[in-house]
């Protein structure tokens, strides 16, 4: 998607290795969103971030941590992943917290497996 | 952010209009009813937005009812490339910065 880079797009790790994916955006919107997507669950919000170094839990944060230093990326680790992390993740932008007048601009999503 | 209930999936021709209902019965008057889909592993895109007016763009149409408790969205000529799943999301205008819930969403699929 126009503006918002996910890194990597695919990923395999194994079991107790630590991960961090990567999301990168050009637009300067203050406000970045990681969620995870797994069959059955729909998307679930796992941290966000309103601003440089302020960020925030989601509903399914146990697990993970996230960091913004700039405005432009937004850091999701997993510091010792596990099979139940294997998921598809999508990083998101926005403008405004509301979204009301931009709307929302998800990535294209990193895959990953963990064995 | 007040509950939205969707079919879960729905049929339509190709070229014919799809209309995609969603039910939002506890909707409080500073919320605003949200479209977004998600075509195959892609990441959800932004499809329309209101908060009681119709409101019309280059994708789709939304149109909410007087009470503002259902609307539907339009998808005037559907065409293949519009199979995906549609989310109807209620959130209030002013609220905070914490993200959108995402439901099941109805998967829409567009026979030849």
């Known amino acids: 998607d126009a503006g918002i880079t996910q890194s990597p797009r695919h990923k395999v790790t194994e079991t107790g290795t630590p991960v961090t994916l990567r999301c990168h955006q050009t637009e300067n919107h203050r406000y970045m969103y990681w969620y995870r997507q797994d069959p059955g669950h729909g998307l679930r919000l796992i941290h966000y971030s309103y601003g440089v170094k302020d960020t925030d839990k989601g509903e399914v944060s146990d697990g993970y941590s996230v960091s913004r230093s700039k405005t432009e990326d937004f850091l999701l680790t997993l510091e010792s992943a596990t099979s139940s992390q294997t998921s598809v993740y999508f990083c998101?932008?926005?403008?405004?917290?509301?979204?009301?007048?931009?709307?929302?601009?998800f990535g294209s999503g990193t895959r990953l497996t963990v064995v | 952010d007040a509950k939205t209930t969707q079919p879960p999936s729905m049929d339509c021709a190709e070229g014919r209009a799809a209309n995609l209902p969603c039910n939002h019965s506890?909707?409080?008057?500073?919320?605003?009813v949200y479209w977004y889909r998600q075509i195959h592993s892609q990441g959800p895109q932004y499809i329309i937005h209101?908060?009681?007016n119709n409101e019309t763009n280059e994708m789709a149409s939304l149109i909410i009812t007087e009470d503002r408790k259902s609307s539907t969205l339009i998808l005037p000529h559907a065409t293949l490339r519009d199979t995906a799943v549609y989310y109807c999301?209620?959130?209030?205008?002013?609220?905070?910065?914490?993200?959108?819930?995402f439901g099941k969403g109805t998967h829409l699929i567009i026979q030849p």
């Open positions: 209101g908060l009681k």
């Open positions: 998101a932008i926005s403008e405004r917290g509301t979204g009301v007048n931009y709307g929302y601009t």
């Open positions: 999301i209620v959130r209030a205008g002013g609220g905070g910065a914490d993200g959108l819930t």
């Open positions: 506890t909707i409080s008057g500073n919320e605003y």
